[in-house]
């Protein structure tokens, strides 16, 4: 089968020192057949087991409507945020411990928000009481938007220490076995548990009640991981009785109409597999025993084999990028139906309780969030066809590789959440960690860590995506401080966060047009502002140990109309400085006289 490498991108700890990698399969097929409906003459199902579940206790009825694919899923208009968030332009990641005092760094730099100031993990993050609120205050009183949040799927036996309310949330493998994660210690929470995902909810209420601005969700589709062989994962695991349950209505939703010769032929379902898609939409599929189907046919020990006609319903889970569109069960599920379920209980709360509009986001590509915040590691799908992108690249002798541009991986990223979430919304993006990413990042020499920030945070912000200025995480890596980048972070910060300049990153319309410009490894995007100005932007990827400065570059782009005036905008430059133009055949035509790492070109 094809696999795709994901980088294990824990929030707490470093599998030995590095990135951990994962492989999910991937069994993805078309989706066909007529629907239908079950027979009523069909054998009444065996009950369900009276015993106490060893995993993942279900839900007691499908999704509101009886579930089924994304066109069937009902979406609560309640869960969309309604917080603003077209003042967040400079982005800041430093994560910390909840009870310690305010990282200082933050307070110095003073970005627009720090996106994740703390994640709970462990029993780290249970109780009020493990909090100091006294930091989103402080950060609040600085104009600083703060951002908690919790890991949403890592679930350590000391959570729910009494047995019977650890099997009610514990995702298993295809023999109905907890999995256990030994490099890191803990096993995966089902998401389709009612009772786990009312106690991560239950971890955000608290810190709703602390303060914070919004939250951030971390691993939310990982309860599919599987068993870790070496360092790869099986996708072996999420076949828990909770999941199961919600499978079968699943198949049911999707194939109404389907008769129990249907099943069987498509499916080799028999009557022994309890799948009854004659009850009420609320009910139908739910005594669905996936587990004994798997075992019956040998497909226990591998239940995504291809031979398994059902491992494409089921589809798989790429990490923080769910694709409801596929028509999968993990693919719809995970999103739409549990992850919806935890934003709409959290802005409820604090609607009711507090009259307010929290911002919600997660590690990846999610709908219903108020704007993205994409974890940067290898594995990704960001390039074309679905390729790796390298968000770090390095000479063949360990130096930045700056004539790398990520300027098409920043457009795709921004495409793919415009299409996940059917709307557009603000994408930001953020070193993960631990990650190949990180520790490429980390062993740059200290000029080329911060050329790296000269050279993408405008690079992303052409492309209106937000690059986190990286501050500190809880690994134990040197802070920006003990990097001497604080003095770099602070100026953009303060060029980022000035009216005129951040207007340039918001409510912009890519544009077809091409800049040309008269020097080689120019990157350019072109953009159109909401008041009708037009902005080329250009990022120099002429670099070796640093930055080549290119002086005396004619760019040409196309505009609608001769402008009143054109302004060069760069943080390189002391001041915005008015220059000479010309415009001719619908083209504007400067010379930019000096291009370091970056220079928007404004055409107004």
Known sequence: MPALILIFRSGSNRAFGCAWPLLLVVAIARCSGASGQTSTNMPPPSPPPATQSTCATPAASNPVGGGGTYTQIAIDPGVY????????TVFAFSQEGQNLPADPQVLAMSPNIVSRAWQRWDRGGVQ????????????????????????????????????????AVVSCDATGQPVFHAPMKFYRASLASPAYR????????????????????DELDFSYQGSTSGNEDNGDEGFDDANIADFGGFLCGKYPNYSPADWQSKYSITTADNLNCSKSAATRGRTFNYRGYLARNGWQASPLNRSNPLAAEWGTI???????????????YTSLV??????LTLRTYARHKYKKEIYITANGVFPFVDFQMIGLWGGNPDGPGGSSVNYCSLTADGHLDGTQSLLAAFMAIKQRSARIVGR???????????????????????????DYWRMYVPEALAATVYLNMHLADTMGDPAATQLGLMPLFEQTTAFYKMPAHAALYHNTTDLPGRVTESVANIGTNLTQLSDGRTVAHLINHNYSRGFQEQDGVRVSFPVAKAPRSVTLVSPDYRADTPVAFTYSGGQVQVTVPKLVAY???VSN
């Not at 009312?198 to 969700?217: A, M, S």
Request: charged fraction near 15%; hydrophobic fraction near 40%.
């Open 318 to 332: 790429l990490g923080g990028h769910p694709e409801p569109q596929n028509g999968t069960f993990t693919g719809t």
């Open 81 to 88: 945020g309604k917080r603003d968030p077209s003042g967040l």
């Open 198 to 217: 009312q106690y991560i909810i239950g971890i955000g209420e608290i810190q709703i009640d602390g303060g914070v601005d919004g939250l951030f969700f």
């Open 424 to 450: 557009v919304i603000p994408v930001a993006a953020f070193i993960d960690w631990p990650t190949d990413v990180m520790t490429d990042y980390l062993s740059l020499p200290a000029s080329e860590k911060s």
């Open 128 to 167: 009020p009481s493990d909090y100091n609120f006294d930091y989103p205050m402080q950060a609040r009183s600085a104009g600083i938007t703060f951002i908690g949040g919790t890991t949403a799927t890592a679930l350590f036996k000391d959570e729910f220490p009494a047995v019977s309310r650890f099997n």
């Open 338 to 343: 549990y992850w919806q379920d935890i934003v």
């Open 599 to 601: 220079v928007a070109v």
